[in-house]
């Protein structure tokens, strides 16, 4: 995996680039990405809100936020 719990990045969402930080890391994948990559549960601020979007693929990560 190439990222951690804790980790600060940037991710694609839909037509979006948010930053985020991952909460839970699955190796493997979700159920309905089983063995196929890793996925990843971020907490992010969208639209004013928070969220927790879950089961973001490894190849959604675009890298880590700049400090």
């Avoid at 719990?5 to 979700?30: C, T, Y």
């Avoid at 890793?38 to 890298?63: A, F, M, N, T």
Wanted: charged residues 25%.
């Amino acid at each position: 995996m190439k990222y951690q719990v804790n980790d600060r990045v940037v991710f694609k969402f839909q037509d979006e680039r948010l930053n985020g930080r991952i909460v839970v890391a699955d190796f493997g994948g979700s159920l309905e990405m089983l063995g196929q990559c890793h996925s990843y549960d971020l907490v992010c601020q969208r639209d004013g809100k928070g969220w927790l979007i879950k089961h973001v693929p490894e190849q959604s990560i675009v890298g880590f936020q700049e400090n």
